[in-house]
């Protein structure tokens, strides 16, 4: 069974962050960089992590980190037809 399938059926759901650093030989200038994973919401501790990560071994001091996060397994949506068909 695929691991990503088994994650989103134990709550995990696909996280998108944009991190927004500021350049280490230009301190002047915002760069931005989008990271995306599956991740537990609302703790996210894979995106902590990775943060954790970024500011201990990179250059980039972080400016702003923005999080979106979506759950791709959720139960089906119904919708009502808004007429009658007759068939032969």
């Given at each position: 069974m695929d691991r990503s399938f088994v994650a989103q059926l134990n709550n995990y759901r696909i996280t998108t962050a944009e991190i927004l650093y500021?350049?280490?030989?230009?301190?002047?200038?915002?760069?931005s960089y989008i990271w995306q994973n599956l991740d537990l919401a609302p703790r996210?501790?894979?995106l902590s992590?990775?943060?954790?990560?970024?500011?201990?071994?990179?250059e980039g001091k972080l400016h702003r980190v923005r999080v979106a996060s979506a759950q791709l397994i959720k139960p089906a949506?119904?919708?009502?037809?808004?007429g009658l068909y007759h068939l032969h």
């Open positions: 500021w350049m280490p030989d230009h301190k002047h200038v915002l760069q996210f501790p894979n992590k990775f943060l954790d990560f970024w500011e201990r071994n990179l949506e119904f919708g009502f037809a808004c």
